[in-house]
């Protein structure tokens, strides 16, 4: 049985990550928007409390909070995600192939175990729950655009909030290695240390893609009787 926390060291280049990885520029994207919504309610507030109205003091009360909801997204955002060594250090590698070719990106679909470690299982065993997820990107330096490119990534796991208690991730999404890369031995190395198993279940499933990208959360779960032996 496959480890559901399979790691792949490798030493990240912090500049090619910052210039070329679509999460941390989400992360940047989002912090931004934040910092502007909390500068415009905070000026909307000063507004309305200039106004000296009983209802403007109310709808300004409104938007300060707004505004401390906005500056603690901002401030939250980097230290939910960790730094880009950390989730590198510690997401679990995955198998990735492009999907799918457009004219300003593509499409990955990665396999990868949604199943959250669980302390209860028999002999130390871990209960794996493996999906197909989909992620639009925009370039992946190092790999060609072709259908059927081996993308090895890691997988991103997080929750949504904490009171989730089921036992798989909320938020899952592969994040290419090559984002964190640019030595082509350490592609190669990461590409051969994913089991050929995994990389021709994915190959089966190339079809399927635009279904799975075009769901709500970007993932179908597998049955238990579509894995290899060496998955279950």
């Known amino acids: 049985m496959l480890d559901n926390v399979r790691r792949f060291e490798f030493p990240v280049d912090l500049s090619h990550a910052k210039a070329v990885n679509q999460t941390l520029a989400e992360v940047r994207s989002l912090r931004r928007s934040a910092v502007v919504v909390a500068l415009l309610c ?22 300060v909070v707004a505004a401390a909801t ?11 995600v960790g730094t880009i060594e950390e989730l590198y250090h510690d997401s679990p590698l995955v198998p990735a192939l492009v999907a799918r070719t457009r004219a300003r990106g593509l499409t990955l679909l990665a396999l990868i175990d949604i199943a959250k470690p669980t302390e209860d299982a028999p002999d130390g065993a871990q209960r794996h729950h493996y999906a197909l ?30 009171r989730n208690k089921s036992g798989v991730w909320q938020m899952v999404s592969p994040m290419p290695i090559a984002w964190a890369t640019r030595d082509a031995a350490v592609l190669a190395k990461a590409t051969a240390a994913i089991d050929e198993a995994e990389w021709s279940l994915l190959k089966s ?27 279950r």
């Open 133 to 162: 997820v989909t992620r639009d990107v925009q370039a992946i330096p190092g790999h060609r655009a072709k259908v059927g490119e081996r993308v090895p990534c890691v997988a991103v796991l997080s929750d949504r909030t904490t």
């Open 42 to 63: 905070g000026a909307g507030a000063v507004w309305l409390f200039v106004l000296g109205n009983t209802w403007s003091y109310i709808v300004g009360s409104v938007l």
């Open 205 to 231: 499933k190339l079809s399927s893609a635009d279904e799975i990208n075009a769901s709500d959360e970007r993932r179908v779960e597998l049955d238990l009787k579509e894995l290899p032996p060496g998955l």
């Open 70 to 80: 906005s500056v603690w997204v901002a401030l939250w955002a980097p230290r939910k």
